[in-house]
């Protein structure tokens, strides 16, 4: 029938819409997720070309932050158990399924121990026949455990020790990852600082540091752009510059301990432009960003009404005298961890919201791993130019 061979009056419609760039653009700012995005992406190369285009991600990015899936906690009875994930609940149905591959049930054997979670990739240690690194993309098919060489261990002089250690990940053209090892005396510590370059591990820089500034184990270190912040001395950050291969201290904020009462951590800025100090004290959290040269105090809440509801509503958690902030590094956003009477509580910031989201099964705390939704996304190559059609 003639009918037949003409486009319907609605198919034209959605045709004028499509090849329009602006509205297209438009309606792709708007489909949620990235996984969403990433999928749309795959419908020809011209929608590829405005789904990754810079510009877009970065106003797709401040209309969906990333996203806070789920957090992986070492609370084990026994070193052979793998750590737990825990989801964040609700979660969108688009999300769920890939929430699933984020567990470690398949390398039980290897008794993975976190070290760090960073844009969607888990750094674990694996206790094989030799200590070796892991590293565990769940959200990426086929992704797999990628098995790195072991951390290197320097040979300390005598009447020295590991202060602390740890693994840090910087995403760029793809992930670059450094090892600091932090050694110690009576007289004086060095900061090793390794880099993992063609498959293994080579010394970026020894750095001797001040007795009186050493670097701390807590709170964890954080790396913004190519600089390391870790906490050293009761009241300074040592921040070496991998560019030139030299280090500065900044004060913390006057009045601001490290420990004295209090716990702190480091964040990075979401635009890696700076670092976000945060310290909880007595129910009260104080959040400082520091760019430039100077500290801004952004945001102050009192958790001591909030508290005191929770346990009204959950009879599960116990009366405290106080709660603390869990170690853990993640790109700031909007949302910290909290440690009460045995429980995991999770603090909206921009809400000012708090929940139980976790109960420990021993009494021994552990660090917390949050895990974000990878961005920007990870856009597969598109072979054929004809923009494919719904079945």
């Known amino acids: 029938m003639e009918g037949d061979s003409q486009t319907s009056p609605a198919a034209a419609a959605v045709s004028k819409v499509l090849e329009d760039d602006d509205l297209l653009v438009e309606i792709l700012l708007h489909v949620g997720f990235p996984t969403t995005l990433v999928r749309a ?3 020809c190369k011209r929608w590829l070309g405005h789904a990754s285009e810079p510009a877009f991600l970065r106003r797709f990015r401040k209309l969906h932050p990333p996203r806070l899936l789920g ?30 591959r984020t567990n470690f049930s398949a390398y039980r054997r290897l008794s993975p121990g976190m ?4 844009n969607g990739s888990v750094f674990t240690t694996l206790y094989t026949d030799k200590s070796a690194l892991g590293v565990h993309r769940p959200l990426c098919h086929g992704g797999g455990l990628t098995i790195v060489p072991s951390l290197p261990r320097p040979l300390l002089p005598l009447g020295s020790s590991c202060t602390f250690r740890q693994v840090l990940s910087k995403q760029g053209d793809g992930l670059s990852y450094y090892y600091l090892y932090v050694e110690s005396s009576n007289q004086e510590s060095r900061m090793h600082v390794y880099m993992m370059q063609d498959g293994s591990w080579r010394r970026h820089h020894l750095l001797d540091i001040d007795q ?12 913004v752009g190519n600089k390391i912040y870790m906490a050293a001395g009761p009241s300074d950050i040592l921040v070496f510059d991998l560019t030139t291969s030299s280090f500065s201290m900044v004060r913390l904020p006057q009045g601001v301990e490290h420990g004295n009462g209090a716990t702190t951590m480091l964040s990075r800025a979401g635009d890696a432009s700076g670092v976000y100090l945060i310290q909880l004290k007595e129910f009260q959290l104080r959040i400082w960003l520091r760019k430039g040269d100077n500290w801004l105090l952004v945001d102050t809440i009192c958790l001591h009404e909030m508290c005191d509801n929770l346990r009204k509503s959950d009879s599960t958690i116990k ?5 603390l ?11 910290v961890f909290l440690q009460m009477g045995g429980c995991v509580l999770h603090l909206d910031v921009r809400c000012r919201t708090l929940r139980k989201v976790y109960e420990y099964r021993s009494t021994r705390y552990r660090d917390i791993h949050p895990f974000m939704m990878i961005w920007p996304p990870i856009f597969p190559a598109v072979k054929y130019d004809p923009p494919r059609t719904a079945t």
Do not use: N, W
Not at 75 to 98: G, H, K, N, W
Not at 327 to 332: G, L, M, P, R
């Open 41 to 43: 992406a795959l419908v």
């Open 319 to 323: 009366d405290e005298h106080s709660v």
């Open 71 to 100: 957090f992986y906690i070492d609370d084990r009875y026994c070193d052979s158990a793998p750590p737990t994930f825990v989801r964040m609940l609700p979660q969108p149905a688009e999300l769920s399924a890939i929430v699933r």
């Open 325 to 335: 902030l869990m170690d853990q590094v993640v790109d700031y956003g909007d949302f």
């Open 212 to 223: 009186l500034r050493r670097p701390r184990s807590m709170p964890k270190a954080v790396l």
């Open 115 to 118: 070290l760090d979670c960073r």
